[in-house]
């Protein structure tokens, strides 16, 4: 549905990562995606990894929704031209919004057989974070679609959510009846976490063609290793904790728990905040106006090769998310610096972060619980190299795509 540059993030890096993984095997791969700055319908090849720009210009939110609901005729036209032209023996959708929802069903009226990949709740929750709009809370998927019908109304800036649900709510549960229909007709749906598939469930999804592959990142030992080295010579002193976050600058990240929780810790201890500041800005000028502490610093974007470095610099990183992750990758490459985290007992980050064992969990959303946690760290830092020796080697790239790979060999089999 989007793809770098235009758009940077877990399902674009993910796209591009298999594509161009699967292209190195010797497969051939294209990938289709709304473009915002091609005007024609354009194929660039990238070593062999082919990538069709289909023009769509900017989009409101509104309209991408529509395109997904009533459909979109360019994008369908522009969908039919690409797969006669590539004659593919399977196709993977990595994500559908914005995109028709009976572009699914083209296939499978000529014979093409596909698989989607659950990278969020999308299917589920227009949302597709189970997170409210009305007010920043969890969510265990529709009741009647009356909850998403305020979602809708909050999110449109309309106040009185609960009087306009009920108008809206036949909208919704007529949206996800059409995307059931593009998870049920599926050879395979892939869910990266155990608790993906539980949420699933929990929405009234058949799992009957659900299968669990849980993803790999790629782990580059010359340059995790570097940065270690790096570390090591910095000339540092060995009690302050040095607290790490990288990922969103958003409401639902929970920084601004880690923060409330951070201030009350000793000065010398640091917290570093890696981010885009421009996405949510009122949400970061409400995190400059809480920081009361003199070791806070909110740092704009990492670029990705810098990332080794700073989480090799690091005692400890955060993830004090208050919604449902569901398969952070930032995880995977923590631990594969030998870094363990403190993080919420929410979601998918329980199935990868042992409390005690790798890891710190503690309640989301409670400043006082993180406060007590880091102060804890605090005082007694040895409890960080129990936590680094119970890291476990991560899971890469190459176990996944070979999972993946099995799977389409599965489906093109019959089997």
């Not at 996944?400 to 093109?412: E, G, R, S, W």
Request: proline fraction near 6%; charged fraction near 15%; glycine fraction near 8%.
């Amino acid at each position: 549905h989007q793809y770098i540059p235009e758009k940077v993030g877990g399902t674009e890096l993910y796209t591009q990562t298999m594509g161009v993984s699967q292209t190195a095997e010797g497969h051939e791969v294209a990938i289709f995606y709304p473009s915002i700055a091609h005007q024609t319908l354009d194929v660039e090849d990238q070593g062999g990894l082919r990538i069709y720009h289909v023009p769509c210009g900017e989009r409101s939110a509104n309209q991408v929704f529509k395109d997904t609901v009533w459909g979109n005729e360019q994008l369908t036209a522009a969908f039919q031209e690409v797969v006669t032209a590539e004659r593919p023996d399977i196709v993977h959708i990595e994500h559908l919004m914005g995109l028709p929802a009976t572009l699914p069903h083209y296939l499978t009226a000529v014979n093409i057989p596909y698989v989607v990949t659950l990278h969020d709740y999308w299917y589920g929750c227009a949302n597709g974070q189970l997170f409210t709009n009305y007010d920043q809370s969890n969510c265990l998927g529709p009741r009647w679609f009356l909850n998403c019908g305020r979602c809708a109304v909050a999110r449109a800036g309309i106040q009185h959510t609960k009087l306009l649900a009920a108008p809206v709510a036949p909208l919704l549960a007529w949206r996800q009846q059409k995307l059931r229909r593009v998870l049920g007709e599926a050879s395979r749906v892939i869910a990266p976490t155990e608790f993906v598939q539980t949420m699933y469930a929990q929405m009234g999804f058949d799992l009957s063609n659900f299968v669990l592959i849980r993803h790999g990142i790629e782990v580059p030992t010359g340059k995790i290793e570097a940065a270690k080295a790096q570390a090591a010579a910095l000339e540092r002193p060995s009690t302050p904790l040095n607290l790490l976050y990288i990922g969103g600058i958003s409401p639902q990240k929970g920084l601004h728990t880690l923060i409330q929780a951070f201030n009350q810790l000793p000065e010398d201890a640091q917290l570093l905040l890696y981010g885009d500041l421009h996405v949510f800005p009122d949400y970061v000028a409400e995190l400059e106006a809480l920081i009361d502490h003199g070791g806070i610093r909110l740092c704009g974007r990492l670029a990705h090769d810098q990332i080794w470095a700073a989480i090799a610099a690091a005692d400890l990183v955060a993830m004090p998310t208050h919604w449902y992750e569901a398969s952070p990758l930032t995880i995977d490459e923590v631990f594969a610096v030998g870094v363990p985290l403190i993080a919420s007992k929410l979601g998918a980050q329980t199935e990868k972060i042992i409390d005690g064992q790798n890891g710190i969990l503690v309640p989301p959303a409670d400043p006082a619980a993180w406060q007590a946690a880091l102060q804890d760290v605090y005082d007694h830092p040895t409890k960080l190299a129990h936590l680094r020796q119970g890291i476990q080697p991560v899971r890469t790239v190459t176990e996944h795509l070979q999972d993946v790979m099995a799977l389409y060999h599965q489906v093109l089999s019959g089997d």
